[in-house]
């Protein structure tokens, strides 16, 4: 029995689900974890990487509150670090197995491809959460800056302290809607991501998935509440109509802040005489950006370059 004056890490309990029948996947197997706090509480799970091009950020987020006491945990907090893992260990969104979306395959299938099939591993894994955190982080090209916010969970997006909050409705298919469906309590939070700041954002979503765990009643709360999140509508993606190479004109600073029309987020450029074709720009009066390319890309027409909204 590990003693209680030990950190919740030293007392996880590490299992490994194969994905059934699945020949494509090999090796392949899902790698999760399970503690159970001395005190009666909510069940709690964590899921990162349910996109393999968000990486690690979410992940790491997650590591200071492994060093809580385990004295300190009430019920069962379950972790899965690597949701969909050879589309983590690719740096791509969806596995390049199948190229499906994950977060696209719930409530998955025992018999269909292999992301069906870890979307209905993943079910079982998370079945009987009162609260699911999914963290989507920011992205290896991308960083962002917001929090969902579903109905009957408000008190967990807004326990984040994201710069931006999102309300949106419940929809199947995605693994927020699935647990929804059986009652769990669900925060999706999208922030972070690859800049010369990423370790920044790092501590500031663990500080909100600390905070997530105290309202939900799983860990004492210590921190302060955070600053109110600003209500964002009309998400509106901003995409270039012909590829090129995008030269961003607003970087990692800009992320989670309120820009006026027109401000130049980013100039794409010919591919092959590099001669400016497109500029990109803000198109409400205020401009609150949630997500931004911060680096130099080459981009397809129509990529998904930035997320911006109307802030409330």
């Not at 309990?13 to 399970?34: F, M, Q």
């Not at 977060?103 to 069906?116: L, T």
């Not at 302060?224 to 590829?243: A, K, Q």
Request: glycine fraction near 10%; aromatic fraction near 4%; include cysteine.
């Amino acid at each position: 029995m590990t003693p209680l004056n030990d950190t919740i890490r030293s007392a996880l309990t590490w299992s490994t689900t194969a994905l059934p029948g699945d020949p494509s996947a090999g090796s392949v197997a899902l790698r999760h974890a399970e503690v159970v706090g001395p005190t009666d509480g909510p069940t709690v799970t964590i899921t990162c990487g349910v996109h393999g091009d968000e990486g690690p950020w979410g992940a790491l987020a997650v590591q200071r509150v492994l060093e809580r006491p385990l004295v300190e945990l009430r019920g069962r907090l379950r972790l899965v670090f690597a949701a969909n893992p050879t589309s983590v260990a690719a740096d791509t969104r969806g596995s390049p197995l199948d190229h499906l979306d994950l977060n696209r395959c719930f409530p998955g299938a025992e018999s269909g491809s292999h992301s069906e099939r870890l979307a209905a591993v993943l079910a079982r894994i998370v079945a009987g959460s009162d609260v699911l955190i999914d963290l989507h982080g920011g992205g290896s090209w991308c960083v962002n800056a917001f929090a969902f916010r579903f109905p009957g969970s408000e008190d967990l997006a807004n326990a984040v302290g994201a710069p931006f909050v999102v309300d949106m409705a419940i929809r199947t298919g995605n693994l927020a809607g699935h647990v929804s469906a059986a009652g769990t309590r669900v925060v999706a939070i999208e922030m972070g991501g690859r800049s010369v700041d990423e370790l920044l954002w790092r501590d500031r979503l663990g500080d909100g998935v600390e905070r997530v765990l105290g309202v939900a009643e799983s860990l004492p709360r210590r921190l302060s509440e955070p600053e109110p999140s600003t209500p964002v509508t009309d998400l509106s993606v901003v995409r270039p109509s012909i590829g090129g190479v995008l030269v961003p004109a607003v970087r990692q600073d800009a992320i989670g802040t309120v820009v006026p029309k027109d401000t130049l987020l980013g100039v794409v450029h010919d591919l092959h005489t590099m001669e400016p074709s497109e500029s990109l720009t803000a198109p409400f009066d205020r401009t609150a950006l949630l997500l931004i390319r911060p680096h130099v890309a080459v981009l397809e027409g129509g990529a998904m370059t930035y997320v911006v909204g109307r802030p409330g």
